[in-house]
């Protein structure tokens, strides 16, 4: 099960978690504000997280980060260059809007790792790095439930701003065309600040199919 949340910070966001059923076992993905109001979700119906994961390392997709990880002592994972961003509070951005997010001691992934639930060692997501938004930008894949969490990366009818430190345009177009094109087209992306969409819908936005 997907389950979307938008929070407000300094910005919204899209906040997901991805939970087995039968478990209730899962993980969060970039809580980016209203860790309090996000930790009453996961006590009301009763979901065990497991592990914070993060598609990058801007402020908006953190900011519920240190809240939720001493409240439910589970470790936060990142991209190997994570901490570019998560350290410097200018090039995650927050710095420039009045806020001061820093995230230490985080356990590092790597493209091309999995990631398995210990709830349910069926229930994977595999990290593929895609470079462009931010050096650190990852995208978390679910074959078995067709689902891709994408952060910044794209967006239904859009993709990721590439003018932000560390951005790169090409690098943000070749991730989307070589990483997330490659996907099976009924792969539903879930974007960090768009309603979902689809890879096959993508595609034939932008003429690749």
Known sequence: MVAEVTVKGYFEENTFFYIDDKTKH??????GAQGEGLLRLIRKNGWVIEKILLTHGHFDHTGAVEYLRRELKIPVLAYKRANEYLLDTRMNLSAYCDQNV?????????????????????I???VIYTPGHTTD???FYSAKDAVAFVG???FKGSIGNDQYPGGNG???RRSIIEKIFSLPDDTVLCSGHSEQTTV???????GFS
């Open 200 to 206: 096959g819908d993508e595609k034939r936005r932008y």
């Open 152 to 154: 910044d990366t794209i």
């Open 137 to 139: 930008s990852v995208i």
């Open 124 to 126: 994977i997501l595999d």
């Open 102 to 122: 820093v995230i230490e001691n985080v356990e590092y992934l790597d493209d091309k790792d999995r990631i398995q639930l210990v709830g349910n060692p069926d």
């Open 170 to 172: 090409v690098e943000l």
């Open 26 to 31: 899962g993980f969060v993905i970039d809580p």
